[in-house]
């Protein structure tokens, strides 16, 4: 399970991002306040982007990347009203319950590749892990990596694991080859054996139990073609399990290094 705190006051949007996240200040109602970086479960993309943020995040942090903390944060939609960008208070009207928080990294920078260089076994760490959940979100493009006291975080998972729209698909997704030509960690040289050998006996059906009970039941309920939340954690599991044993062997780096 994961944590939960209230939102108490809504600080500003991230105007870069797309799906208009917010920073949020929150209550653990212990006395603590804190600083998210909040994704709305009422946002276009809908609940699975925030699944997909717990997965893939929880499942990174597990295997010793770096991603910043997360959180679920109570939402009173009462909070959007004295806001006074339309689109925002529309997002806060419906986005009542249960959202996810990042923790807010202060000061970080988004990540160039020309500023900031990264060894070919970081780099493969982060390669063999975006080839696992199939993220197509982590190009030069639009890195969706931000540098922070000297090291570098994965953030913004919400696209990754596509076979999740489409789950009669997801068998055949296991096998399905990455390619990462684009990705903005390409030009250093990443050890995907290397990270293969050490990450993917990690990756065991224990792990993948742990990582998917952290997602709440609410955005799991009522998945077409399951009974339950559980089944549906499983499912999660039954792709992800298969891939991280052979993803390294399909893993395509050409063009790399421009
Ligand atoms: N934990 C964090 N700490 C500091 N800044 C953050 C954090 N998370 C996100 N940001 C900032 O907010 C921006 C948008 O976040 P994110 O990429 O997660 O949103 P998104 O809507 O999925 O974006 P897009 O679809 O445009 O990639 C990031 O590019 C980054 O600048
Ligand atoms: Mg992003």
């Known amino acids: 399970m994961l944590t939960e705190v209230t939102a108490v006051r809504y600080v500003t949007p991230l105007r870069e991002g797309g799906s208009l ?10 006395g603590s306040y804190a600083t998210y970086v909040m994704k709305f479960a009422g946002a276009g993309q809908g609940r699975k982007t925030l699944v997909a943020e717990v997965v893939c995040g929880q499942l990174a942090r597990r295997l010793g990347l770096r991603v910043p903390q997360l959180t679920g944060v109570r939402l009173d939609p009462v909070l959007g009203l004295g806001e006074p960008d339309q689109e925002v208070q529309q997002l806060l009207k419906s986005s009542g319950g249960l959202n996810l928080g990042m923790a807010y990294l202060s000061g970080a920078l988004g990540y160039d590749p020309l500023a ?11 390669v063999w892990f975006d080839a696992l959940i199939n993220n197509v979100d982590r190009s030069w493009r639009n890195p969706n990596l931000l540098v922070w006291h000297g090291d570098v975080w994965l953030i913004d998972h919400g696209a990754s694991m596509i076979w999740h729209h489409n789950w009669p698909t997801a068998p055949a997704a296991a096998a399905r080859p990455y390619r990462a030509d684009d990705h903005v960690l390409a ?3 990443p050890d995907v054996a ?6 993917a006996p990690q990756v065991t059906e224990k792990l993948l139990a742990e ?14 073609g399951f009974d339950d939340a559980d089944a549906v954690r499983r499912a999660y599991a039954d792709v992800l399990l298969p891939r991280a044993r052979s993803i390294h062997e399909r893993i395509t780096l050409e063009g790399a290094g421009r």
Do not use: I, K, M, Q
């Open 194 to 199: 290397a990270a293969a050998a050490e990450l």
């Open 211 to 224: 990582v998917t009970a952290d997602v709440p039941d609410a955005w799991l309920a009522g998945e077409p």
């Open 187 to 189: 030009p250093f040289r």
């Open 116 to 126: 900031f260089a990264v060894d070919p076994v970081e780099a493969g760490r982060v």
């Open 21 to 30: 996240p917010g920073l949020v200040e929150t209550d653990d109602g212990h």
